[in-house]
């Protein structure tokens, strides 16, 4: 088992968590993308999606890009990276993309925000897989001594975005679903996340 392999029985039983809903940015401010991020994202939607690379790198990296020199690069995104920390519990595979409060770009320290990209544009199953990386997250801190208490993830079709957050085991997940054609809401959303993480980390 891997964490594209759970079910949301799966964590519930597994782990204890418990997952419910609710609106997770009640006050968003919207915040307006640079010229740069708008002609990007127009012109990797024009070129289409071959596969889910593609999207991801036509749609979300450059998202990131834009957050990262907002905030000066004071944390490091990392693409691709494993995140095995119990391999008998099944908490072992890639993360999509992790954000860590940490400049080292040669592997992950203090997780504190989670990306999955839904395969096959499953934006369902992606949540679900997201909520186990954000257990691997939490285990991972709590081995290395980090104390994070608040961790957040977001399953992605790259177009539409849903937003969680992990704390006191409990995976809450965002009645709001966010699309990359409000584009200033989806950024906003970011940036509560960024201020939020950076505090606790």
Known sequence: MAYSDFTALDLTRKFGVKFRAEVLFP????????????????????LGFGSEKSRSE??????????????KHQFSIHSGMSLDIDEASGLKGECDFIFSYSRIQDFVTAPVFCITEAKKQDLEQGTIQCAAQLIGAKKFNELENNDIEVIYGASTTGIEWRFMRFENNEIIIDEARYLISNLEGLLGVFESVIRETSKTS
């Not at 006050?27 to 024009?46: A, M, T, V, Y």
């Not at 036509?58 to 905030?71: A, D, G, K, M």
Request: charged fraction near 20%.
């Open 27 to 46: 006050d968003l401010q919207p915040l307006k993308p640079s010229q740069w991020l708008i002609e990007s994202l127009e012109r990797g939607q024009n």
């Open 58 to 71: 036509r749609l979300v990296t450059p998202i990131l890009l834009e957050l990262s020199y907002l905030h």
